[in-house]
T-cell receptor
Framework: DAKTTQPNSMESNEEEPVHLPCNHS???????IHWYRQLPSQGPEYVIH???SNVNNRMASLAIAEDRKSSTLILHRATLRDAAVYYC??????????FGAGTILRVKS | NAGVTQTPKFQVLKTGQSMTLQCAQD?????MSWYRQDPGMGLRLIHY???????DQGEVPNGYNVSRSTTEDFPLRLLSAAPSQTSVYFC?????????????FGSGTRLTVV
């Protein structure tokens, strides 16, 4: 299983952009990079995924380094509802999903 | 669609008791997984299944059994509950095939073993 490294915690002000980094230097060439988040007292929810190109959806953007050894989840305008634990995880072709410790995002009003 | 449904939401067990955590999904997903999350910790994979009749162990399988007789259901059995199994348990499901298929999670079962 590919290993991931994320900061333990980050803090942001409301309405400001947030860049959440993830290192996945052991990722294989066919693994997609998935991001999930877990709001307090809830199950994880899917945020975004990508392979090589940068990706955008209604929740966030994903910037993937050219060598694919790292990626950055971008929340363009953080709100209090974005306070959560954010996990990046490589998705292997067998679709087994293994989580690391994640980053606790705190959003200040 | 109900998505992934877990029952019960809360359960208290005595040490040594057995019980089954239920997980059902109505999305016709082939892939299903069980995770546990201890207080203040990340999620750890217990068992997973890639289809009916096929299961495999994850990171922390000891003390748990699973079976997959139908596509919809993936129950997790605690054989003899121990205080170390106090945790929140999440079930998740996904479509098979490409790694672009993301997982949908249930709302969890909070289990306390006393």
């Amino acid at each position: 299983d590919a290993k991931t490294t994320q900061p333990n915690s980050m803090e942001s002000n409301e309405e400001e952009p947030v860049h959440l980094p993830c290192n996945h230097s052991t990722i294989s060439g066919t693994d997609y990079i998935h991001w999930y988040r877990q709001l307090p007292s809830q199950g994880p929810e899917y945020v975004i995924h990508g392979l090589t190109s940068n990706v955008n959806n209604r929740m966030a953007s994903l910037a993937i380094a050219e060598d694919r050894k790292s990626s950055t989840l971008i929340l363009h305008r953080a709100t209090l509802r974005d306070a959560a634990v954010y996990y990046c995880t490589p998705m292997e072709y067998g679709n087994k999903l293994v989580f690391g410790a994640g980053t606790i995002l705190r959003v200040k009003s | 669609n109900a998505g992934v449904t877990q029952t019960p939401k809360f359960q208290v067990l005595k040490t040594g008791q057995s019980m089954t955590l239920q997980c059902a999904q109505d999305m016709n997903h082939e892939y299903m997984s069980w995770y546990r999350q201890d207080p203040g910790m990340g999620l750890r994979l217990i068992h997973y299944s890639v289809g009916a009749g096929i299961t495999d162990q994850g990171e922390v399988p000891n003390g748990y059994n699973v079976s997959r007789s139908t596509t919809e259901d993936f129950p997790l059995r605690l054989l003899s509950a121990a205080p170390s199994q106090t945790s929140v348990y999440f079930c998740a499901s996904s479509s098979p095939g490409t790694p672009t298929r993301h997982y949908t999670f249930g709302s969890g079962t909070r289990l306390t073993v006393v």
